[in-house]
């Protein structure tokens, strides 16, 4: 038993350093300034309530970017000098953000113990490496992120800091093997389990989906896979799900090793970053030397997002979360006595409403933020939900979930495919043209101008607001660009009323709304970690059979020129063309 000290360090504030809902991001070289990180820890240890510190059990892991391992190390000093009982690391470090949410929800301590809270390293699907980006987010313990009366009461903490606790000579923790260290403090025992990262996790998912018949679809020959984690944290989960369980071609998993700089790539699922798969998927620039897979699928650093690709197919996240929830209760296990209601985030299509109406389902649109989905979810309202940036989740725990998601439509695909193997297989685009056919297909796609000048940002959302008092003169630029588009009809700042607490969300998107069901959406993203990032979402809602078929980019094409020079969108930023469109 190793006997450790508490010190009480003298510390003084630092700018900026409130937490967003998806945590604090900051640039590495930020993090590691003396006393930035225990600045935020301590904060947050501050804005608990006692019985969340004091004998709690807590969970520290992250996708293991650049920095995580010193940050694991200082945060478990910090969790023994604050009087914390017991720390949960995933070997090495790693634990993807749904893993954690499994992890406080599922895992149970050789002694009765339950996680109450985790701090989760991560900054998602930004880049990382010595000049890139860190994060650190507080989930609660219902395993979703903290709800925004903690993370208020975390910034007001840091304006204030004047010390931090820390065990400045407890030894660090192996964390390359599993099992306990013991030590002992002023406060009685502390305990650090390093334990195998993806079991638990593992475990759920068996829980949920029917891994025997995606077992036999996997088998056919016929039917090609490829999964591709882009150096993060997924690929600690990838060849135990996709190889050992399921019985996928180890070969066909691509960029599976978790690195810290996610192996100099961008860490973002989508067509712009995903450049291997895309390329494998027969959608890259030129045609791939061997026939493409049936299906392919990607998550980002922390493993919470997916993109899912047919063959020379891709699936919108807006389309995905829609025919997830369409054949949950078919396919799903899990779902099996039905949905409880759906939800959306506010910029994603309204794919998802139609089906929740054809479905007389419950149904939510909520600001961007997965917290919003997790009330619901604790109230029993919601099933399945999803966002546009690539999230796909249901109430199995409190956060999005890429393997989920991948494995969600494995299961829709084995379900079609159940008695078709000996012949000629329902393929991704087959369930999407068949969705279409059903519902409607909602074209759509997303602007995003990345590090913009954040002054220069936040005037361009003030002239789309003071334009919204006269949507008469909005209709005359409109007809002037392109006569075309129809009339819009309402223009508003988004606002929610919760109806779980009964919390209001302002300010949280400006939208135009046109006569035939168009949208045009502009908001201001958190989840960069320098300037400003501007996203501009278009959709157009197309029910004529006849014109389901057509590109995206044409059907589209009105309503993107009357975006662009209704919002002086280069005027503003300088920009003639985005940083990414998906």
């Known amino acids: 038993m190793v006997l450790f000290n508490v010190s009480r360090v003298e510390t003084t504030p630092f700018d900026g350093q409130k937490p967003g809902t998806s945590g604090l991001r900051k640039k590495v070289k930020v993090f590691v300034q003396p006393h930035y990180l225990h600045n935020f820890v301590q904060s947050t240890f501050n804005a608990l309530t006692v019985e969340k510190v004091r004998g709690a059990t807590l969970v520290v892991s992250g996708d ?28 090495n470090g790693l634990l993807s953000t749904p893993a954690v949410s499994a992890v406080i929800r599922e895992k149970l301590g050789a002694d009765g113990s339950r996680a109450t809270g985790a701090f989760i390293l991560t900054a998602s699907h930004n880049p990382g490496g010595p000049n890139e980006d860190f994060g650190i987010k507080y989930n609660m313990e219902n395993g979703g992120p903290a709800p925004e009366g903690i993370t208020d009461k975390i910034y007001e903490n840091t304006t204030t800091i004047n010390e931090y606790l820390i065990a400045s000579d407890l030894p660090d923790v192996d964390i390359t093997s599993t099992g306990v260290t013991s030590f002992t403090g002023p406060g009685g025992p502390f305990d650090v389990e390093v334990f195998d990262s993806a079991s638990d996790y593992i475990k759920l998912m068996k829980s949920i989906f029917d891994f025997e018949s995606i077992r036999k679809l996997l088998s056919s020959p016929k039917f090609t896979f490829c999964y591709d984690a882009l150096h993060g944290v997924g690929g600690a989960y990838a060849k135990s799900i996709f190889v050992d369980e399921l019985g996928a071609q180890e070969s066909s998993l691509l960029n599976c090793t978790p690195k810290e700089d996610f192996g100099g790539g961008h860490p973002d699922p989508n067509l712009t970053y995903a450049k291997e798969l895309v390329a494998r998927m027969g959608l890259g620039k030129s045609e791939p030397q061997e026939e493409p897979p049936e299906f392919g699928a990607a998550s980002d650093g922390d493993a919470d997002r997916n993109m899912v690709l ?77 966002e546009e940036s690539f999230g796909t989740g249901s109430d199995h725990i409190r956060e999005k979930d890429g393997i989920w998601a991948v494995l969600a439509w494995l299961s829709i695909l084995a379900y079609k495919n159940k008695d078709k193997l000996e012949d000629k297989l329902v393929t991704v685009e087959d369930i999407v043209r068949q969705h279409w056919a059903t519902y409607g297909r909602h074209y759509y796609t997303r602007y995003d101008y990345e590090n913009v000048d954040a002054g220069a940002a936040k005037e361009l959302m003030a002239y789309l607001v003071k334009l919204q008092s006269s949507l008469s003169e909005v209709n005359q630029i409109v007809k002037g660009i392109r006569s075309d588009v129809s009339n ?87 920009r003639s063309a985005p940083t990414v469109i998906t």
């Open 488 to 574: 819009v009809v309402h223009g508003d700042e988004f606002e929610y009323n919760d109806p779980v607490d009964g919390s209001i969300s302002s300010h949280q998107g400006i939208r135009y709304l046109f006569e035939d069901g168009s949208r045009l959406i502009f908001r201001l993203s958190g989840t960069g970690s320098e300037g400003a990032t501007i996203r501009l979402y278009i959709e157009q809602y197309e029910k004529d059979p006849s014109k389901i078929g057509r590109l995206s980019n044409e059907a589209l094409a009105p309503l993107v020129e009357v975006a662009l020079k209704l919002s002086k969108m280069e005027e503003f930023t300088g």
């Open 310 to 386: 047919g063959k020379r197919f891709f699936v919108t996240p807006s389309d995905s979360v829609a025919i997830i929830a369409a054949n949950a209760v078919e396919a799903i296990p899990y779902f099996s006595a039905g949905l409880k209601g759906v939800a959306r985030s506010m910029p994603t299509s309204a794919a998802l409403d139609v089906v929740a109406k054809h479905l007389n389902l419950k149904f939510f649109e909520v600001p961007t933020g997965w917290k919003f989905f997790g009330n619901l979810m604790d109230a029993g309202l919601c099933s399945v939900c999803g």
């Open 64 to 91: 293991g970017r650049y920095f995580s391992k010193e940050a694991i190390q200082i945060i478990t000093k910090m969790s023994a000098a604050n009087g914390v009982r017991r720390v949960w690391i995933g070997q």
